[in-house]
């Protein structure tokens, strides 16, 4: 159990927004999820279970950011695969798209 004394260190993540540098939205209309799916295998040691194939990586996921279609690319894949760290930031030089490097804040707690 973490001490709740020590600060925490967020996570660095990566969005990879579906907009090209100059803000057109990237084709196909289902290239986050196609990108997750080809690295669904990229995943902490003993996780998924015999499903773990069918699930996106903790590493890379889908997700809308502001309505725009992106893909969140969590620093950690780097230090696990670095080939696959370098594979997705690659594709998104590669096709021109926007890189916003950032963290998930918690969400607030609903009771205030």
Not at 2 to 18: K, N, Y
Not at 47 to 65: C, D, E, F, K, M
Request: glycine fraction near 8%; include cysteine.
């Amino acid at each position: 159990m973490a001490d709740p004394a020590q600060p925490r260190t967020p996570s660095r993540e990566l969005f990879i927004l579906g907009l090209t540098a100059a803000g057109r939205q990237f084709r196909p209309s289902d290239w986050a999820e196609r990108l997750c799916g080809v690295m669904s295998c990229f995943r902490p040691e003993g996780s998924g279970g015999a499903n773990a194939h069918l699930q996106y990586s903790p590493y890379v996921r889908p997700t809308h950011i502001n309505g725009v279609k992106a893909v969140v690319l969590h620093e950690d894949l780097r230090s696990i695969e670095p080939l696959a760290y370098h594979f997705v930031l690659d594709f998104a030089k590669d096709n021109d798209l926007q890189v916003v490097d950032a963290c998930l804040l918690p969400e607030p707690n609903a009771q205030g």
